[in-house]
Structure formats: C-alpha cells, structure tokens
C-alpha cells in the first residue's frame, strides 16, 4: 500500500514543478504582458517612454518638454499640433494669444481695439512703417511689408492688386478737379477754399508731406472749364481749355479729361493788359537761380514780382518719375527776345533735405530756362495752342504751346517740388505759366527733360 500512496505521490509532484506550455496564468511569459512592458521602454533613447508621455517612441525629437516648432506635429506631446490651441495656425511660441484665432502674425492691425492683433508687440497706433513707405497699417497701408503698395502708391489697372490701399482693384479715378455736386452738377472745387492740388490734377492727399505753400506775391488762379455749361463763369481762360491737345507717348498719358488749371502770373491775376506799365505787383525777391543748381545763363539781375508753388511730396513706392503739362506765355515778345532780362518759369526740383541739389526740369531742348529765347515759344501767327482770350494774343505778346516735363524720383522717397515764376530786370510787362496734369509715373525715366 505504501508503495502505491509513494507512486501517485511522485506523479503529482512532477506536475506541479513542470506547468504545460498554455497555461495562461503565467502572465510574465505571455504576449500580453510583453505589450504592456513596452508602456515602460523608451525606444528612441529621448529619455521619456509611452507611460512617461513620450508620444512617438519612434522618434527623438518628440517627447514631453520639447520646444513645440511648425511643423504639422505635435512635438511636445501635450495634445495639439504646433501648441495651435486656438486654430488659427500658430502655435502658442508665435501666437501672442492662442485664445483668440483673430490674434496671430498674419493679422492686419486693428487701430482702435487696445490689441495687438498682429503678435509684434505694438498696439493699435503705436505701429511701426515696416517697409519704409511712409505709413504704418494703422496709417492705412494695407501690405506693411511691401514698399510699392501703401496710400500713396500710383494704381496700376492691370495687376489685379489694390496698389494705393483704397479698398478697390485696378480702378481708374477720374480727375478729382472735376467732381461735382449731385444735385447741381456743378463743379465744387470753386470759390475761395478750392484745391490747388486738385486743379493740378493731384488727387490723393496722402502724397503731401506738408500743406501745398504759396510764396512771394501770390498771384495765382485756379481757372475751371465746364463743358457742360453748369458752373457759372468755368470758361476756361480764353481759348485755353483743360485737355492738352496731343499725345505725349504711351507710357506717359495725358489724363483725357479734366475741369481745371493753376495760372501762376508776374503781374495781377488774370491780368487783361499784361503789357500795361501801372499793373505791377512791385515785389522783390531773391533770384531763384541762387538755390538752383543748374541755372541759366540768364540769371542774376534783379529778381522781382515772384510768385512760388511749393509742395513737398511723398514719392509712392511704386513711381520712378513725375511728369506734369504746361503752356509759357509772355508780353516780352517781340521786345525783348534775345535779350537777358526775361521773365522766367522755374520747375524746381530736389529731395527735402538741407543739403540736396536742387534742379531746374523745365527747359527747352537746348537747356535755356523757358523764357521768351527758348526754343519752343512760338510766333504769333504759328501757334499750336490758340491764346485768344488771354491778354497775350495779337502783336504784344505770345506763348509756347504745351509742353511736358518729365523727371526721375526716388521710389519712398519725400521730395521738394516749387513752381515759379517771376519778373527779372524790372517789374513791366507780364508773363504766365499755365499748369495741369501732375502725376505720377511708373516706368523707368529718363531726364529731366522738357518735350512739345
């Protein structure tokens, strides 16, 4: 019996020291248990495992801690992509409030809120001109990071881009001197308040870097033409009306229709007899040719009856040049031509600083100052542009036909530009300068240089 009890004894004993193979209660052996163990690798040797947070144990680079970067994955492990809490993009290291997906980079400052919408550290009018044009967003500039776009930037109609900030694509204004009131048609840029800078032809305020200056006697008119007949007296002045007649060239357009123009005179305004002794202005002045830097050979009698339009501008970051039309006319004819004592019209040109040079751009093809000698006056009988009407028609005087004057500028640039005229070696016998059709141009310039 002993031997039998010893036997089953001995059986049971090798059972339980020798489990079988599917015994699944032994869990440090199974596959589950290896699964489980690897919450506690670290595979990529960042130092952090899956149980420590390490998001993808396949890759370094990724792990609690790490500095988040935008790169579409989320590097830090802490739930969101590029640390986007807000979904605008930006992660929290460039969002300056990832709470609000109307703050990021790529935000247009808005100027009265007490934010900086933008994430660059500046508030509302506190913003900075980035690319230098002259004006920050809160000045209106709508791309403060390209020079060529801002308020004062020349449209271009073919490029699909709002290049001058206005909220319009590729628009082409019409002259601003011909605006109009709804109800009477008649033109507003009239009466004692009317714009100079308008009559010009220049349109946008934002170009002037100060208010447009009238010196010496100003004697000077704005002279409106209205073909329709609405504003009472706009009949131009004698014959001459506001559209230059011809073509300068393609890239240089004269605007093809305009209600005004600026007159600048030696004698009285708008003066019937320019030949008459006792209408003198009786002013004196110094001679312009003093601070210009290429005068002409004439210069340096006395200078007398001068009148000056001075206007300093912000050049658009889009121009190269400026190009404006104008008409010369003078009682020194036929008296004093050949002679060094003329009145004399001035465009004079320079950067706004101290110590820029400062040329004349309006001359005749032989660099004489336009004058009665210059080469483009004409004879009475041969004129291109009829003066009927002015005072200077008949044999006590005549005038050039319109000429151009084109001119290079700086793109971004704050320039100096002085129309003048005046009387030199006595105050008799008047002469004018017609004015019109300033702009701006936008492709390379050669010059200065004055065309018929």
Request: hydrophobic share 30%; proline share 6%.
């Amino acid at each position: 019996m002993k031997i039998i009890l010893s036997f089953f004894l001995s059986i049971f004993l090798f059972a339980a020291c020798n489990p079988s193979e599917d015994n699944t209660n032994n869990k440090f052996n199974s596959g589950t248990n290896n699964v489980n163990n690897d919450k506690f690798l670290d595979k990529d040797g960042d130092g952090y495992s899956i149980n420590d947070g390490d998001c993808n144990d396949e890759d370094a680079s990724i792990h609690p801690g790490v500095t988040e970067v935008p790169d579409g994955v989320d590097n830090n492990c802490n739930g969101f992509t590029d640390d986007d809490y807000d979904n605008d993009g930006f992660g929290s290291e460039y969002d300056c409030d990832d709470n609000d997906p109307e703050v990021n980079p790529m935000k247009v400052e808005l100027c009265d809120d007490g934010i900086d919408n933008n994430c660059n550290g500046l508030t509302d009018m506190d913003e900075t001109d980035d690319d230098g044009d002259g004006f920050s967003e809160c000045e209106g500039d709508c791309d403060d990071s390209d020079a060529a776009r801002g308020p004062v930037s020349v449209e271009d109609p073919t490029d699909g881009i709002d290049n001058n900030c206005n909220n319009a694509v590729d628009e082409i204004l019409p002259p601003c001197d011909c605006a109009r009131d709804e109800a009477t048609y008649q033109l507003l840029n009239v009466g004692p308040d009317a714009s100079l800078a308008d009559a010009l032809g220049m349109c946008n305020s934002n170009m002037f870097a100060q208010p447009v200056e009238i010196l010496g006697a100003q004697s000077w008119a704005i002279v409106s033409y209205d073909a329709s007949g609405y504003t009472a007296n706009a009949t131009g002045w004698g014959d001459i009306k506001t559209v230059a007649p011809r073509v300068v060239t393609e890239e240089d357009p004269v605007l093809p229709r305009s209600c005004q123009f600026l007159v600048l005179f030696t004698g009285e305004v708008l003066n019937p007899s320019p030949q008459d002794t006792d209408m003198d202005l009786g002013y004196s002045a110094t001679d312009p040719a003093s601070y210009i830097d290429n005068p002409d050979d004439g210069a340096g009698a006395t200078c007398t009856d001068l009148t000056q339009v001075k206007m300093i501008l912000r050049v658009p970051g889009n121009a190269t040049g400026i190009s404006f039309d104008f008409i010369f006319l003078s009682s020194e004819y036929p008296e004093y031509v050949g002679t060094a004592y003329n009145d004399t019209f001035y465009a004079i040109l320079g950067e706004n600083s101290a110590d820029a040079t400062h040329l004349n751009v309006s001359f005749d093809g032989n660099e004489n100052a336009i004058t009665v000698n210059n080469d483009y006056f004409e004879e009475p009988g041969n004129l291109s542009q009829s003066i009927n009407g002015t005072g200077y028609e008949g044999d006590i005087g005549s005038a050039s036909g319109w000429l151009t004057t084109r001119a290079p500028v700086e793109p971004n640039s704050e320039i100096e530009l002085i129309f003048s005229i005046h009387d030199e070696g006595d105050y008799i016998l008047d002469s004018a300068v017609v004015i019109d059709n300033f702009r701006w141009i936008t492709v390379p310039v050669d010059g200065p240089i004055t065309v018929e």
